[in-house]
């Protein structure tokens, strides 16, 4: 599949805004309700385990800090359907990941909206704000 024909196609379809920035990177901001909107990053990379091309889609949610209870984070993201918390580059992010090779469409529309769904929803939480 290619993710990021798809994921431009699928910004349209919900009214989103599409940017691609090179062949492996390009970024969709997913409107979501209350009039909010999150931004989910698309790329392509090489697994480190497998070698296989894979999609992965993350979107932050707010600057690390010592305040986070990331035993809680752990325990509420076993809930999640395809994402994970991730502490990358001082930043707590929201992730999900499949490989490129025999991805659904259907499912790729589904981790899309958790991981900004879900990004949303702990940055509000986190940061009482709408940052990202």
Same mark, same amino acid.
């Given at each position: 599949?290619?993710?990021?024909?798809?994921?431009?196609? @699928? /910004?349209? +379809? %919900? #009214? *989103?805004?599409?940017?691609? @920035? #090179?062949?492996?990177? !390009?970024? %969709? &901001?997913?409107?979501? $309700?209350? =009039?909010r909107f999150q931004t989910v990053i698309l790329s392509t990379?090489? $697994?480190?385990?497998? *070698?296989?091309?894979?999609?992965?889609?993350?979107?932050?949610?707010?600057? @690390?800090?010592?305040s986070i209870d990331f035993k809680s984070l752990l325990e509420? $993201?076993? /809930?999640?359907?395809? !994402?994970?918390?991730?502490?990358?580059? =001082?930043?707590?992010?929201?992730?999900?990941?499949?490989?490129?090779? =025999?991805? &659904?469409?259907?499912? &790729?529309?589904?981790? %899309? +909206?958790?991981?900004?769904?879900? /990004? #949303? /929803? @702990?940055?509000?939480?986190?940061? =009482?704000? #709408?940052?990202?």
């Open positions: 599949m290619n993710i990021s024909a798809f994921a431009k196609q @699928y /910004a349209a +379809q %919900i #009214d *989103g805004q599409f940017t691609e @920035y #090179d062949h492996s990177k !390009s970024i %969709i &901001v997913v409107p979501l $309700s209350d =009039g990379e090489n $697994s480190k385990r497998s *070698g296989k091309q894979r999609a992965v889609l993350s979107s932050k949610v707010c600057e @690390y800090n010592t509420k $993201s076993a /809930a999640f359907d395809y !994402s994970k918390f991730i502490l990358e580059e =001082g930043f707590l992010k929201l992730e999900a990941s499949c490989p490129t090779d =025999g991805a &659904v469409e259907d499912e &790729v529309r589904h981790m %899309i +909206q958790e991981v900004a769904i879900q /990004a #949303d /929803a @702990y940055e509000l939480k986190l940061t =009482g704000k #709408d940052i990202n």
